[in-house]
């Protein structure tokens, strides 16, 4: 049995409401019976909303359960995130999508990131109203980071609460050149992980909340190639040091980097197993970006790499990591 940790999903209904109400969240077109159009990006896949479909996938490749959260751009995007109606809106969405996923599918809650003095007590709400397992976190908020002190009281918030994070990459300013060549997808939103958590790293974050359970999205980016660099900038002894860099932290930053955990959506067998080497393998949890085909849907791309580590390994990312970080909010039977 497999638990997916990275999804995305809406209701039907709120992909109308979105379209009947220009403004709220995407600029939603209908463009036919269950076919939309999203301004700027194109087609919205139906697998977003099309909850049989989704199920009949799940059925047919063992999942037993599957995280899921709304499209990146809807929680947040270079110039806005969402506040607490949307948010709320949001998370209504997900749980209608949990309620009715036959026991398949679980919740994450989106915090409204964009009125960050509201968080910590809206996601609270959404927690205790529709049951969610976990939180789903934007890597930034509109031009705030997550380093932000503002977000302190949300992370230590989540840290009380003992809830899985999974942080999703979404853009921000490092975006504005990317619109070419789907850039933004395909180069920016790892880059968007990697800064997002050695940020956290850095401005202490995981310093003072070390029981933080987050699972960055996209095999963390670019991290694993990049620890031994990030550790430089806390080891230079004297021309390119940078007091800044130790000021938050008591120890290297790459040791903060391996309590992060990630995903397995990289695409590519042999980058899978150097993410897993680096991270270990109890760090790694098994995602699939459904049902986006710039990601692993099926899982065809990560399965194969997965099948090469030794059983118990494999146990481990496919189900077991999932479901420690999860702890009593695992459903049962899962």
């Known amino acids: ?25 995407m600029p939603v077109e209908e463009i036919g019976p ?42 947040a995007n270079g110039g806005r995130a969402a506040g607490v109606d949307l948010a709320r809106r949001i998370n209504q969405s997900t749980a209608w999508v949990a309620a009715n996923g036959e026991g398949r599918i679980g919740g994450l809650a989106v915090p409204p990131l964009g009125e960050p003095e509201h ?63 789907t850039l933004r997808t395909l180069v920016g939103w790892p880059t968007e992980t990697t800064v997002a958590a050695a940020r956290l790293v850095f401005a202490g974050v995981l310093e003072r909340h070390p029981r933080l359970k987050i699972v960055l999205s996209h095999g963390g980016g670019t991290l694993a190639s990049l620890m031994g660099r990030i550790d430089l900038g806390w ?10 860099c130790r000021e938050n932290i008591t120890r290297a930053p790459s040791t903060y980097l391996r ?28 995602g699939s970006d459904f049902p986006y085909e710039i990601g692993d849907a099926e899982g065809l791309l990560a399965l194969p790499g997965i099948g090469r580590l030794p059983q118990p390994e494999q146990a481990a990312i496919l189900r077991g990591n999932a479901a420690r970080l999860l702890g009593p909010r695992l459903p049962a039977g899962i």
């Open 235 to 244: 080891s230079a002894p004297r021309y390119e040091a940078n007091a800044r």
């Open 119 to 181: 968080a910590a007590d809206e996601l609270r709400r959404a927690v205790d109203a529709h049951g969610f397992l976990g939180v789903n976190l934007s890597t930034a908020a509109g031009a705030r980071t997550l380093d932000d002190p503002a977000f302190e009281d949300l992370f230590a918030t989540i840290e009380a609460m003992d809830l899985m994070v999974f942080m999703h990459s979404t853009s921000s300013a490092l975006s504005a050149t990317q619109s070419d060549f």
């Open 1 to 25: 049995m497999i638990i997916d940790v990275h999804a995305h999903a809406l209701s039907e209904a709120f992909v109308r409401e979105m379209a009947a109400s220009p403004g709220l969240g």
């Open 259 to 286: 309590q992060f955990h990630v995903d397995t959506v990289v695409a590519d067998p042999d980058v899978l197993a150097f993410v897993v080497r680096t991270f270990g393998a109890d760090h790694v949890l098994f």
């Open 34 to 75: 269950h076919q939309y159009r999203v301004a700027g990006y194109g087609i919205l896949d139906p697998l977003i909303y099309d909850l049989p479909g989704r199920l009949e996938s799940l059925r047919r490749r063992n999942v037993s359960l599957q995280l899921v959260g709304p499209p990146p751009p809807l929680v």
